[in-house]
Structure formats: structure tokens, C-alpha cells
């Protein structure tokens, strides 16, 4: 699904084989970027949602519009109508929790 890695500079990367994951590798990149705060806010509504605190929860980013709901994540780019992806509320929490596992290993905080 999504992978999760160090570059060869020191940054970190998301990527995925699968061209429909792809605006999610970029949700993570480019709008959650190595910020602990939206990684931090993420996880909140991510629990919000399952807890069904908030029936969904919907934000926009650098470039990403998120909607969070029990059923679905659909990331889309506000910029690229053709970058779309949907998943499951399980599977993004998965690809969120590497990621923040990737930041705080690059953390100089």
C-alpha cells in the first residue's frame, strides 16, 4: 500500500506502487510534511471518527482536501482533479502511523 522511507538525503518519503494510493503518499509529503502538530491533529479526528464522535471530519491542506468518515478516507488535490484516493479508515490510520514513525526518526526536536 503505502511505503514509508528515508531518502538518500535524510527526508522522508512516501510512495506506493498502487496508482490509486499515490494522492495519499502525497497527502502525507506534501500537506503533513514532518509537522508532529498535523500528525497530532490527524490522529485526533482519526479517533474522533472511530470513537463516532464526529460522524466525519474534513480538512484542506497545502494541496489536499481529507474527508474522514467510519466508512472511507477520500484524500483528493485541489490542484490535480485526476489525484484522488479512497481507502479505508484503517488503512489510512496504517499509512498515517508509518509515516510518524518515519518523522520522529528524522525528528531533530
Not at 57 to 75: D, K, P, R
Request: net charge negative.
Amino acid at each position: 500500500m503505502i511505503k514509508c522511507f528515508i531518502d538518500a538525503k535524510g527526508y522522508p518519503r512516501a510512495a506506493s506502487s498502487d496508482r490509486e494510493m499515490e494522492a495519499v503518499a502525497a497527502y502525507l509529503e506534501q500537506d503533513i510534511q514532518t509537522s508532529n502538530h498535523s500528525i497530532e491533529l490527524i490522529e485526533e479526528a482519526v479517533t474522533k471518527v472511530k470513537n463516532r464522535t464526529l460522524s466525519e471530519w474534513e480538512g484542506t491542506g497545502n494541496a489536499f482536501t481529507i474527508q474522514l468518515t467510519l466508512n472511507s478516507v477520500l484524500i483528493e488535490n485541489e490542484f490535480d482533479q485526476s489525484q484522488a484516493s479512497e481507502l479505508s479508515l484503517e488503512d489510512f490510520e496504517q499509512a498515517l502511523s508509518s509515516w510518524k514513525s518515519i518523522v520522529h526518526l528524522t525528528s531533530t526536536d
